[in-house]
């Protein structure tokens, strides 16, 4: 379950991808144009301690991109070639927002979701004391080998960030597809796949693959 807050960010996630994005050598699209958001999906982070979104974004009527990231309440240790920015959030205060493919928490979330089948977290608001389910802009489906097993994930030792970024740690392989829908291809024999679709995506593409080691 994801606890979301109604909260205003400055500056916004989309500010954020807008100035870090066309540094990227996935990224198409011209540089300083807005980016827009085509949906989102979120994992739960079982501590508590890291937000966890992942974002369908483009610029103009460029491709899809497909952009986890982690919301963290202090700098992530050895993470700075992943840090996409900072924000003030109106509820949580200062935020620090990383790439998700640097991030363990993200590596051992996306795993979890990939093997157990889990899929995306459901995702709430808390207004007046009550809860208020948020409805999900991806649908999300898993793909899973019946033996599948689900290791913990510990550091994450290598991230090859290319059209299909590798995050390589000591127990599960994981790929996210940077641009879906794009031609990326298979991943091989993973142990399971994570597939979704969207406003404007009608048919169900790969996002993400997982195989422990």
């Not at 051992?108 to 889990?118: D, Q, R, V, Y």
Request: proline residues 7%; aromatic residues 6%.
């Amino acid at each position: 379950m994801a606890l979301l807050h109604k909260a205003t960010l400055r500056p916004t996630k989309l500010d954020l991808l807008a100035t870090w994005l066309p540094d990227r050598q996935w990224f198409v699209g011209p540089a300083g144009v807005e980016v827009v958001s085509r949906g989102a999906y979120r994992f739960d982070d079982p501590a508590g301690e890291v937000g966890i979104e992942t974002m369908l974004v483009a610029a103009a009527d460029g491709p899809v991109h497909h952009v986890p990231l982690t919301y963290r309440a202090a700098p992530l240790d050895g993470a700075e070639s992943g840090l996409v920015g900072t924000t003030e959030h109106s509820v949580l205060g200062r935020r620090w927002v990383y790439d998700g493919c640097v991030d363990p928490v993200y590596a051992a979330a996306l795993a979890h979701a990939i093997l157990t089948g889990s899929g995306q977290a459901e995702q709430y608001f808390e207004v007046d004391g009550r809860r208020e389910v948020r409805e999900p802009t991806v649908t999300v489906v898993v793909d899973t080998a019946a033996d599948a097993q689900v290791p913990a994930v510990g550091a994450v030792r290598r991230v090859v960030d290319e059209d299909r970024t590798l995050i390589d740690t000591d127990t599960v392989e994981l790929v996210v597809v940077r641009r879906p829908g794009a031609g990326a291809g298979a991943a091989g024999s993973a142990g399971g796949t994570l597939s979704g679709r969207w406003d404007g995506q009608p048919t169900t593409v790969p996002l993400a693959y997982a195989r422990p080691r």
